[in-house]
Structure formats: C-alpha cells, structure tokens
C-alpha cells in the first residue's frame, strides 16, 4: 500500500514556473515507477511525465517536452514535477500516481494503482 500526497499547486501567470512534490508513504518507494497526470475542468485525465523505478528512465506528453522535467528522490519517497514556461492550457488538477511491474503502458492511468488527491495549477493569461 502507497500514499501520495502532492503539493505545490497554485495560481501563477503565463511563462512562470512551479514545482509539484508527490511524498509517498512505505518503505518500497523506490520499487514504484512513478507518474504525474492532469485533468482540466470538462476533460478526460491525461498523461504528463513519468519516471521508471530502475534506471531511472523519462518519459513525456509531447505537450510538455522541453518545458517539464519530473525527477524522484527515493531517499525522501519523493517524486517532483518542475513546470517551465507555463501557459494557460497547462491549468489543471495534478495528480501524482505509482505504478509496479512492467515499465510498459506507463502512459495510461490504468496502469497506475495509486493516486493523490491531487494539486490544483492554475495559469493565468
């Protein structure tokens, strides 16, 4: 069993930066491949960023490439998302989530079995 807590939501203008933390909770943190997804008012939740247990490798939405960078911490069970040049459309709820297993299908939230109450983005025009 995993928890995820998130913060570092907030309210900020377009081009400015933030940084999301995931702590997670239990002794196996390291094992998990852990992922950031997002879900905007009126849409379906989509995939951001993900990091692999063993490598560890990257993976990105082509909407984010070169503006964000997820990166973990397995000595503080803590997983972060460092969000560049933010824009309007990047308005959000985050979620961190942690996945085992196979370092396949990283990108859909099925894969994932756990999840954060999430962290609300928002980017002002």
């Known amino acids: 069993q995993v928890q995820l807590v998130e913060s570092g939501g907030g309210l900020l203008q377009t081009g400015g930066s933030l940084r999301l933390s995931c702590a997670a909770s239990?002794?196996?943190?390291?094992?998990?491949?852990m992922g950031w997804f997002r879900q905007a008012p009126g849409k379906e939740r989509e995939f951001v960023a993900v990091?692999?247990?063993?490598?560890?490798?990257?993976y990105y939405a082509d909407s984010v490439k070169g503006r964000f960078t997820i990166s973990r911490d397995n000595a503080k069970n803590t997983v972060y998302l460092q969000m560049n040049s933010l824009k309007p459309e990047d308005t959000a709820v985050y979620y961190c989530?942690?996945?085992?297993?196979?370092?396949?299908?990283?990108?859909?939230?099925?894969?994932?079995?756990?999840w954060g109450q999430g962290t609300q983005v928002t980017v002002s025009s």
């Open positions: 239990g002794r196996t943190f390291s094992s998990y491949h």
């Open positions: 989530a942690a996945a085992q297993g196979a370092s396949n299908w990283l990108y859909a939230a099925r894969k994932f079995d756990y």
């Open positions: 990091i692999t247990a063993s490598g560890p490798n990257t």
